[in-house]
């Protein structure tokens, strides 16, 4: 890409697809930090996200295969999509990234998610939904059921955010 300076000529500006208003070059290297913070925040919010919804299809899933009748409704499904799940991803995104100047240099992959990711969005998924079938199955009250698939994505938000999996997410 083009880039230039604020006070370069007016056809050097109108050419550049990049023109620095402080006329100084660090701002780019603080533009590709910043960008690369706003990437690990998508993808901690995907794997949050993505880690909530295959813990319901999990669950779905274990529920039939043992028989049970389904104990969650279209309404609570979507209370704890909606409702539970919004806010901390609102948090997470707003999470203050730890890119430094090192990571710059370091080509990444065109995927938004990597092997790795993938293979924590469905542990996270598997493990809150046997859970909680294994939970329903021992006689756990809908509304201690309903508490669970509430939290656990919460208490997962708070290790995503605090960087517990960064290492895996990058």
Do not use: C, H
């Not at 993505?50 to 309404?75: A, V």
């Not at 240099?105 to 939904?129: E, M, N, R, Y």
């Amino acid at each position: 890409i083009g880039i230039t300076v604020f006070e370069s000529s007016d056809v050097a500006r109108e050419a550049a697809d990049v023109v620095l208003l402080d006329n100084n070059f660090k701002t780019i290297i603080q533009a590709v930090i910043g960008g690369r913070e706003m990437m690990l925040n998508i993808r901690r919010v995907m794997i949050f996200l993505l880690s909530g919804t295959f813990s319901t299809l999990f669950f779905t899933l274990g529920t039939i295969m043992l028989g049970l009748s389904f104990p969650l409704t279209t309404t609570i499904i979507l209370l704890i999509n909606f409702g539970v799940e919004t806010i901390p991803s609102v948090i997470i995104s707003l999470w203050p990234g730890k890119v430094s100047e090192k990571r710059i240099a370091k080509p990444t992959s065109g995927d938004l998610l990597g092997l790795s990711s993938g293979l924590l969005i469905l542990i996270f998924g598997l493990v809150i939904g046997v859970l909680g079938v294994g939970l329903y199955y021992l006689g756990l009250p809908l509304n201690s059921l309903i508490g669970w698939l509430m939290i656990m994505p919460i208490l997962l938000s708070a290790m995503l955010s605090g960087g517990v999996f960064d290492n895996v997410i990058k």
